[in-house]
């Protein structure tokens, strides 16, 4: 959607790809309709960058996190961590040069937080120690390179000091005619970015790397980012930006109306008084005969594989908790504006998903209404979750989030081929964080 928006200045309504699937379909559904999309596209109001204003204010989605850390302390659950291992010789010379460029590319890098007399603000700060740590590691030593990464987690950020993020360099002592092995673990606090941002870092880190060193496969020059993150986040105070959330809000509140139910399942304790984020993740794999068949069965149906599964959860749930109304959680991108797919920032926010099981509904009826209502909503995401709960007035409660207390995602891992870091082979770690955000989550990979 983003990248029509670039391209072609259009601005094309997301029901329309769904209910196109086809890509020679849409392209004639684009044809016929280019002058009414592109009037759309040129109604939107652009986003100017602006270097004369050092301090902008903070997006919706920062300043709740700045009140968390505030107030309750800093909390493992909104860093994200990344790391992998490099088969051969990492220059850590030209590693901080391509980091130093990367943070100049980023303002996110760079970026602090600060309250100024109950304005909350974030500030691009020309210079800074780039928090870039190498360690040696070998065999020999009591502590794992898997303790090493997790502990590495547990640091907390102090984001009013120094940008909130930090990549450690693991060399492995290796032995006399083994190849030199490097592990790069990078962590980021939550507020100066999302998963999104995460593979960003990583992927634009290696193509720097890699023209740093000259490597003829290196992947193509990066383009300039036309604006940042704090340019984002003040162009939401816009007279048009904050028509379209008023929109999204008549429609989140009706979407939304009535008690918020707390979900209900039989745990074998009562919930404590001060929500806590520790948590533990269990991992299975579906069968491929499983995965064939859902993939099947929603393509009969006419909807994509996310309804069914969401479908199956909601139902579950509600079985567990004997509440037909189950609210769940839904990680959005929201990146569907001109120029933000390749720029760091808190962009994604959380759609809460309300499909009341009805006994008469036949499972394809269902589906069918469950597809609706995520499409529907994907078309009013731009309306930053704490803002909603804001406007329902939800009443606020130390024992559990607001709204829902349940996620689910669906996350679809590139098919291209991981070709290594600059030339050398590679691999991803999994990382475990034991956080948990809220009571129960179900993520698909």
Same mark, same amino acid.
């Given at each position: ?28 559904? *684009? ?32 300043? !709740?996190? /700045? ?24 220059? !850590? ?18 970026? +602090? ?8 603000? $974030? ?48 060399? @492995? ?39 740093? *060193? ?19 986040? %003040? /162009?939401?105070?816009?007279?048009? %930006? ?40 269990? !991992? ?48 959005? %991108?929201?990146?569907?504006? %001109? ?27 269902? /589906?069918?209404?469950?597809? $609706? ?35 689910? @995602? ?26 948990? +955000?809220?009571?129960?989550?179900? +993520?698909?990979?």
């Amino acid at each position: 959607m983003a990248r029509l928006s670039e391209e072609y200045g259009i601005d094309l309504p997301l029901k329309v790809v769904f209910e196109t699937p086809v890509l020679a379909d849409l392209a004639c559904v *684009i044809e016929t309709n280019y002058e009414a999309y592109q009037q759309s596209g040129q109604s939107q109001d652009l986003i100017i960058a602006d270097t004369t204003i050092h301090k902008k204010p903070m997006h919706s989605t920062q300043q !709740r996190l /700045w009140f968390m850390e505030k107030f309750n302390g800093s909390s493992r659950a909104y860093q994200l961590n990344s790391a992998f291992t490099i088969e051969g010789h990492l220059d !850590r010379s030209v590693l901080r040069r391509a980091l130093e460029k990367l943070a100049l590319r980023q303002h996110s890098l760079r970026t +602090i937080f600060g309250d100024d007399d109950g304005e909350l603000y $974030q500030e691009v700060v020309s210079n800074v120690d780039l928090p870039l740590y190498f360690h040696s590691t070998s065999h020999a030593q009591e502590i794992t390179l898997e303790e090493r990464l997790y502990a590495a987690t547990q640091e907390p950020f102090a984001l009013s000091q120094k940008p909130s993020w930090r990549i450690n360099v693991y060399d @492995n002592q290796s032995n006399v005619g083994q190849k030199p092995q490097s592990t790069v673990q990078l962590c980021m606090h939550h507020i100066i970015g999302d998963a999104w941002s995460l593979n960003i870092m990583m992927q634009e880190l290696h193509a720097l790397y890699c023209q740093e *060193i000259n490597l003829q496969s290196a992947p193509a020059p990066l383009t300039k980012l036309p604006f940042q993150f704090g340019d984002f986040s %003040a /162009w939401w105070q816009s007279t048009q %930006a904050q028509q379209q959330l008023e929109k999204d809000s008549q429609y989140w509140q009706q979407q939304l109306s009535g008690e918020s139910p707390v979900l209900s399942l039989p745990t074998d304790f009562p919930r404590p008084k001060q929500q806590g984020f520790e948590g533990q993740r269990l !991992r299975f794999t579906l069968s491929e005969s499983l995965v064939s068949q859902l993939q099947s069965t929603s393509l009969k149906q006419g909807v994509t594989a996310f309804t069914p599964l969401l479908s199956a959860w909601q139902l579950l749930l509600s079985r567990y908790s004997n509440q037909s109304d189950v609210r769940v959680g839904i990680p959005v %991108a929201n990146r569907h504006h %001109a120029h933000t797919s390749h720029l760091m920032g808190y962009f994604a926010s959380t759609q809460v998903m309300r499909s009341p099981l009805v006994a008469l509904d036949t499972v394809s009826e269902y /589906w069918h209404k469950s597809s $609706q209502t995520l499409l529907d909503a994907q078309e009013h995401q731009n309306l930053p979750f704490e803002q909603l709960v804001d406007i329902l007035k939800v009443p606020r409660s130390t024992t559990h989030s607001p709204l829902f207390q349940t996620l689910f @995602n669906l996350i679809q891992l590139p098919t291209t081929k991981d070709n290594g870091f600059a030339g050398m082979p590679s691999r991803r770690l999994t990382m475990e964080d034991n956080t948990a +955000i809220t009571d129960l989550s179900l +993520i698909h990979i």
